[in-house]
């Protein structure tokens, strides 16, 4: 089966941390640029980051710049997301994604496929 799996996500008071997995099954993560994205409900879904391959730059929303990490692990085929000084508004159900290679904008969701699951985040004291 061809899929990203997420998983890290959980309840974490306001200024606490959490790391996010991205991991591929079935292909070979090391290949393509992968995405983060995250939706809280009734709004539309975010880009929060993502990370290239061949030169491993990375592209932050605003939002998150200064707090939130993207890194990979291709032996491990695994990207991470680490999450410092959460607040309230971080909270949604965070999804990973592969990159199209013909996409113009790093952070835009109609250039990804290959969906996971989501893993749910919730910031609260």
């Known amino acids: 089966q061809v899929q990203l799996v997420e998983s890290g996500g959980g309840l974490v008071q306001p200024g606490g941390s959490l790391r996010l997995s991205c991991t591929a099954s079935g292909f070979a993560l090391g290949y393509f640029a992968i995405g983060w994205f995250r939706q809280a409900p009734g709004k539309e879904r975010e880009g929060v980051s993502s990370i290239t391959t061949n030169t491993g730059r990375t592209y932050y929303a605003e939002s998150v710049k200064g707090r939130f990490t993207i890194s990979r692990d291709n032996a491990k085929s695994t990207v991470y997301l680490q999450m410092n000084s959460l607040k309230p508004e971080d909270t949604g159900v965070y999804y990973c994604?592969?990159?199209?290679?013909?996409?113009?904008?790093?952070?835009?969701?109609?250039?990804?496929?290959?969906w996971g699951q989501g893993t749910q985040v919730t910031v609260s004291s």
């Open positions: 994604a592969v990159r199209q290679p013909h996409g113009t904008d790093w952070l835009s969701s109609a250039t990804y496929t290959r």
